[in-house]
Nanobody
Framework: QVQLVESGGGLVQAGGSLRLSCAPS????????RGWYRQAPGKQRELVAT???????NYADSVKGRFTISRDNAKNTIYLQMNSLKPEDTAVYYC?????????WGQGTQVTVSS
């Protein structure tokens, strides 16, 4: 069973930066979209950023200009560079790889931004 493994979360002060990484534990096939989602306590999981196999990126309005999603095709790994972090960015961040047939999810990594 292939799983996604996230890393890079932690505690940071407001205005700081973190870089998240996500890689699969095995081989994945026909992935169309890779992305990051987050879930804050008491809230629904929401999209943060995605990148397609064609290179199109999409960002939530709340992170535009501050977060950047990128990809290393050779390693089948995605990254999320998060700058100018705000307390409202505090959440568990999950990565997702989606094909026509299935979704892969990571276990989540906690990001906490202190004011």
């Amino acid at each position: 069973q292939v799983q996604l493994v996230e890393s890079g979360g932690g505690l940071v002060q407001a205005g700081g930066s973190l870089r998240l990484s996500c890689a699969p534990s095995g081989i994945t096939f026909n992935i169309n979209t890779r992305g990051w989602y987050r879930q804050a306590p008491g809230k629904q999981r929401e999209l943060v950023a995605t990148t397609t196999s064609g290179g199109t990126t999409n960002y939530a309005d709340s992170v535009k200009g501050r977060f950047t999603i990128s990809r290393d095709n050779a390693k089948n790994t995605i990254y999320l560079q998060m700058n100018s972090l705000k307390p409202e960015d505090t959440a568990v961040y999950y990565c997702n790889y989606a094909s026509k047939y299935r979704d892969y999810w990571g276990q989540g990594t906690q990001v906490t931004v202190s004011s």
